[in-house]
């Protein structure tokens, strides 16, 4: 009996240990050069950080930001272009048994460049982020995934300071508020925060008449936007002066309370993504330019920004994701061609450096899958 109960103790430790072994999947949003390229599927293992690449969604142009529902049946895509009727949106559905993609529909987007995409919380609509059209574009879609042409397209006006990069409008990011029916939205090039209230019930779906518009420092220029879960602060990217900016959020008002820098004085900076840990004690930002690095941020009483460390990347850091269990971070840059692994302390916040990558064609943006 002693025998029998050893070796079944053993088993069982060592289905617990195979069990706790997680393999996560990740869509890569990816400028292509070649019509071979396009959204990459990566497959991560939490235990040995193996990151390896499991498949490509070819025949897209410049998939450059890649979201799904929350089901993971449906995949949507901005084809980041330029033309008469501007960028694309594609839809595809995803059926997880057979791990393949079937391409849905595609609509252009009204605005040059689309480099942001958003489900509504209901997801029968779907919102797109048109940086050189200055403009935001707001879509059906059906359970099953299919689009439908434009029914509302929101056309921003204005400029700023920076003649180079802020000569009109450019909209960067679109995060819908945790708790009430309204979006955020970013605008680089005229330095503003726009909050637009939204109807489900409705048609059109956003209530542009009733937008508040937030202005921010001239010259800052807006990037990427993350709010907390109780929805009482807005954690802004300034990518032209590579800051980060906390805004408390109260009764349909945003108060800028303090700006951090993430560099060294500059007017031509490079700031990029902006994470939150699962805990809401560390912002992650990443630069790109002349700096490559991520720079971690602790949150002291939900408000004030501490830098606790600064790490270099590879070449130019666009998109990284802290992963599900929040023990490594994944950085995408794409003057590298590179997705590399860093580990993360949970209690402190700092990331290491691994050995841990995957060569991937200019990856920009991660989304777990």
Same mark, same amino acid.
């Given at each position: ?34 019509? !071979? ?7 991560? #293992? ?21 979201? @799904? ?12 272009? &330029?033309?008469?009727?501007? +960028?694309? *949106? ?6 997880? !048994? ?29 919102? $797109?982020?048109?940086?050189? +059209? ?36 450019? *909209? ?48 800052? +220029? ?23 900016? $906390? ?20 007017? @031509?900076?490079? &700031? ?17 330019? #002349?700096?490559?690095?991520?720079? $971690? ?12 460390? @600064? ?12 992963? @599900? ?15 590399? *692994? ?28």
């Amino acid at each position: 009996m002693k025998i029998l109960y050893s070796t079944a103790f053993f088993l069982t430790l060592l289905l617990v240990g195979c069990s706790a072994t997680k393999e996560t999947n990740f869509l890569v949003g990816t400028y292509a050069d070649t019509s !071979s390229q396009g959204i990459n599927v990566i497959k991560f #293992n939490e235990k040995t950080k193996d990151i390896s690449l499991q498949s490509v969604v070819a025949g897209i142009a410049n998939p450059s930001f890649v979201i @799904t529902n929350k089901s993971k049946t449906i995949v949507l895509a901005v084809e980041e272009t &330029a033309g008469d009727n501007g +960028g694309k *949106v594609t839809s595809y559905s995803y059926t997880k !048994s057979s791990k393949s993609f079937e391409k849905l529909t595609s609509f252009f987007t009204k605005g040059n460049h689309p480099c942001t995409v958003a489900f509504s919380p209901n997801e029968d609509y779907v919102l $797109v982020g048109n940086y050189s +059209g200055g403009n935001l574009s707001v879509f059906s879609i059906d359970k099953a995934g299919n689009l439908s042409d434009n029914n509302q397209l929101i056309q921003y006006v204005g400029k700023s300071v920076n003649t180079e990069r802020q000569e009109k409008p450019h *909209v960067h990011c679109i995060v819908f508020h945790p708790k009430e029916s309204k979006i955020a939205v970013a605008d680089l090039g005229t330095d503003a925060i726009e909050l637009i209230p939204f109807d489900k019930n409705s048609t059109p779906f956003l209530k542009e008449n009733e937008t508040i518009s937030t202005k921010v420092a001239a010259g800052s +220029g807006p990037r990427h936007l993350v709010w907390n879960k109780a929805g009482n602060h807005l954690y802004v990217t300034y990518e032209l002066t590579n800051e980060v900016a $906390v805004f408390d959020y109260k009764d349909n008002k945003l108060t800028q309370i303090e700006t951090i820098a993430l560099t060294a004085p500059t007017k @031509t900076g490079s &700031a990029a993504e902006i994470r939150l840990s699962k805990d809401e004690k560390y912002l992650y930002a990443s630069v790109r330019g #002349n700096d490559n690095q991520i720079v $971690v941020l602790k949150i002291n009483e939900g408000r004030k920004l501490e830098v606790v460390q @600064t790490i270099k990347t590879a070449k130019t850091p666009r998109n990284f994701i802290i992963t @599900t269990n929040q023990k490594n971070v994944l950085v995408a840059t794409q003057g590298s061609n590179l997705i590399s *692994v860093f580990d993360r302390n949970e209690e402190t916040g700092l990331l290491i450096a691994t050995t841990k990558e995957l060569t991937i064609n200019k990856p920009v943006y991660l989304f777990g899958f």
